[in-house]
């Protein structure tokens, strides 16, 4: 069965360095998400991502976060400058069109000290 | 904005019996989807069940059913015959379909079920 593949499953990093979560969506699937979860609290929704642009960010999502579908096949997050609170586990997600579920990846841990 | 509330942090419920875990939503719109996500400890984000809002009947997945309330903007999960494997974080979570149709989901904080043995 087809899914949702990231790396890696952990990631430790310094505070202020710049992080990269890889994601592998589903092959044709069209609509990718990055989802956050801090240790405790609920999934929420970062950015969604269609026809190569950002469809869709949350607050959170901020100067400091990026992504990028550079190959046709991965899905990127990028932090610039990790902070203490961007500690969390992300999950990559895809779905092939508008009126199908979300499969979601096995998500990153992400650990900045 | 939508909202997703599940009002029960936690559950418990004998192996083979059934549980209801609840959640209510707020939105001023009227086409929608509702999904229900298990998460077990391994923090795998897997989808349990689905309900299109313009659908009236409930979905159901094997011993997962729903009961969706759109006047009431409830919509809730019964899960019967327990099983040990079904311990987990649950989470309703709803997505709009709008135009675009990118919407991200919008999720409650989670009922942790605990089964009995």
């Known amino acids: 069965e087809p899914e949702v593949t990231q790396t890696p499953s952990h990631q430790v990093t310094q505070m202020g360095q710049e992080v990269i979560l890889r994601c592998v969506p589903i092959?044709?699937?069209?609509?990718f998400y990055w989802y956050r979860q801090i240790l405790g609290q609920k999934v929420e929704f970062l950015v969604s991502?269609?026809?190569?642009?950002?469809?869709?960010k949350s607050e959170i999502f901020d100067d400091q976060f990026s992504v990028e579908r550079p190959d046709g096949s991965n899905f990127t997050l990028k932090i610039r400058s990790t902070k203490l609170e961007d500690s969390a586990m992300y999950f990559c997600?895809?779905?092939?069109?508008?009126?199908?579920?979300?499969?979601f990846g096995q998500g990153t841990r992400l650990t900045v000290v | 904005a939508q909202t997703v509330t599940q009002s029960q942090p936690e559950m418990s419920v004998q192996e083979a019996e059934t549980v209801t875990l609840s959640c209510t939503y707020d939105?001023?719109?009227?086409?929608?989807?509702l999904f229900w996500y298990k998460q077990p400890p391994s923090r795998q984000m897997i989808l349990v069940i689905r309900q299109e809002a313009y659908k009236q009947q409930n979905a159901t997945e094997n011993r997962f059913s729903v009961n969706f309330q759109k006047a009431a903007k409830s919509f809730s999960l019964k899960i019967s015959d327990s099983q040990l494997g079904d311990a987990a974080m649950y989470f309703c979570?709803?997505?709009?379909?709008?135009?675009?149709?990118?919407?991200?989901?919008?999720f409650g904080k989670g009922t942790h079920l605990i089964i009995q043995p």
């Open positions: 092959s044709n699937h069209l609509y």
């Open positions: 979570a709803y997505r709009g379909y709008s135009g675009g149709g990118a919407d991200g989901l919008t």
């Open positions: 991502f269609y026809n190569n642009e950002i469809s869709e």
């Open positions: 939105t001023s719109e009227s086409d929608y989807y």
């Open positions: 997600a895809s779905r092939v069109d508008r009126g199908t579920e979300a499969f």
